[in-house]
Antibody, heavy 117, light 106 residues
């Protein structure tokens, strides 16, 4: 079964850091580009970051550029999102998703990140 | 940046109704548009890609059309399982989602 499972969310103070992980199974992970999408409580979807299959190419939304870093370990079938200098407006459910020709065909269940003092 | 605007924000409908949701791009995106369905507490689900291509496993009552800056998602006969929020997404230049359209029970 093709599956993505996120972990690493939680409560963090403003200015703090958090690292999200996404474990992939059921497909050849290294063959796919991957992405992170977030959704603030009661709000719509916001694309956050993209990484190519080999990890050489990354893109970020302006709202997180310079603070978040996307990476992957193809040997471990894992995707990561390192989040630094967190702000209240980063509070959201974070989803990892598989990128198939620039559409997101497989999504994880999401992990909640709450930035609050 | 490309902005995506959906209308309406909320749509009240009954089972069996034909439902149409519109999505407008701030500049031409050719046919690089997808539609997703999201139910409360769940991850989004891809319905349509490249404006009008139906994703495998998605019921044929869903259809998409349009190109350039104007797109529509149509549900030909609304079913109980279709009450949800729908998002369009452009992928012509990075990725941008519309603000969503909630389809609720009339």
């Amino acid at each position: 079964e093709v599956q993505l499972v996120e972990s690493g969310g939680g409560l963090v103070q403003p200015g703090g850091s958090l690292r999200l992980s996404c474990a992939a199974s059921g497909f050849t992970f290294s063959s796919y580009e991957m992405t992170w999408v977030r959704q603030a409580p009661g709000k719509g979807l916001e694309w956050v970051s993209y990484i190519s299959g080999g990890g050489e190419t990354t893109y970020y939304a302006d709202s997180v550029k310079g603070r978040f870093t996307i990476s992957r370990d193809n040997a471990k079938n894992s995707l990561y999102l390192q989040m630094n200098s967190l702000r209240a407006e980063d509070t959201a459910v974070y989803y990892c998703a598989r990128d198939r020709a620039n559409t997101f065909d497989i999504w994880g269940q999401g992990t909640m990140v709450t930035v609050s003092s | 940046d490309i902005q995506m605007t959906q209308s309406p924000s909320t749509l009240s409908a009954s089972v069996g109704d034909r439902v149409t949701i519109t999505c407008r791009a701030s500049q031409s995106i050719s046919s690089w548009l997808a539609w997703y369905q999201q139910k409360p507490g769940k991850a989004p689900n891809l319905l349509i890609y490249k404006a009008s291509s139906l994703e495998n496993g998605v019921p044929s009552r869903f259809s998409g059309s349009g190109s350039g800056t104007e797109f529509t998602l149509t549900i030909s006969s609304l079913q109980p399982d279709d009450f949800a929020t729908y998002y369009c997404q452009q992928y012509n230049s990075l990725w941008t989602f519309g603000q969503g359209t909630k389809v609720e029970v009339k």
